[in-house]
């Protein structure tokens, strides 16, 4: 996870709150990511962000939003949480190999 | 749209015999991951491959990529039970920014 680091690591919400994922990378990449992980369902991309200023929208974006507040930051929110959000999320950017390193994860439930 | 098939998704098989992961994609792409992931972790980068015919070893585990037919395999060389893992192969989409998609992942489990 060397680079890419999440907060927060656990979170239980109930339907209709409201969180923020935060993540920050050190890698000085412009692309960031957000995936998340259901059992059987392999990462699937939520958003993407190519450069500071930039967001566009992956395959399952629907109940989330992000902001890329900087070249280092890029945050998850759900405004409405429900319970088909319970997942276990990652934020990703490239290294120096091309390939991507992820974070630690979130594992969020939502009651 | 890009699509990334991984075959099998469940592999149990016994110490020191040899077995392959295939990962098939829908779309040009010369750009191919392998990741690793254990439970309750996060991913880890195995390999990376980048050129029809490219291949990359480490140590019991050797990736291939052929591009023309779309397909990379892993393949595990007397296996041990500490390759007991879950198995991503991921490629990226090149047109316009660059987006990773993911295979479903190959849970393997190495029986002593």
């Known amino acids: 996870n060397a680079g890419v680091t999440q907060t927060p690591k656990f979170q239980v919400l109930k339907t209709g709150q409201s969180m923020t994922l935060q993540c920050a990378q050190d890698?000085?990449?412009?692309?960031m990511y957000w995936y998340r992980q259901d059992p059987g369902m392999g990462l699937r991309l939520i958003y993407y962000?190519?450069?500071?200023?930039?967001?566009d929208k992956g395959e399952v974006p629907n109940g989330y939003n992000v902001s890329r507040l900087n070249k280092r930051e890029f945050s998850l929110r759900l405004e409405s949480a429900a319970p088909s959000q319970t997942s276990v999320y990652f934020c990703?950017?490239?290294?120096?190999?091309?390939?991507?390193?992820f974070g630690p994860g979130t594992r969020l439930t939502v009651l | 749209e890009l699509k990334v098939e991984q075959n099998p998704l469940f592999l149990s098989m016994q110490e020191e015999k040899n077995y392959t992961i295939y990962c098939n994609y829908s779309?040009?792409?010369?750009?191919l991951y392998w990741y690793r992931q254990d439970p309750g972790k996060s991913l880890e980068s195995l390999f990376v491959?980048?050129?029809?015919?490219a291949v990359k070893q480490e140590g019991r585990l050797m990736a291939s990529l052929d591009t023309k037919a779309r397909l990379s395999t892993l393949h595990i060389t007397a296996a041990v039970h500490d390759l007991s893992a879950t198995y991503f192969c991921?490629?990226?989409?090149?047109?316009?920014?660059?987006?990773?998609?993911f295979g479903t992942g190959t849970r393997l489990k190495v029986l002593a």
């Open positions: 779309t040009t792409s010369d750009r």
């Open positions: 962000s190519a450069s500071e200023g930039t967001t």
């Open positions: 890698m000085n990449h412009n692309s």
């Open positions: 991921a490629v990226a989409s090149t047109s316009g920014t660059y987006k990773y998609i």
């Open positions: 491959l980048l050129s029809n015919g």
């Open positions: 990703a950017a490239p290294g120096s190999t091309d390939t991507q390193y």
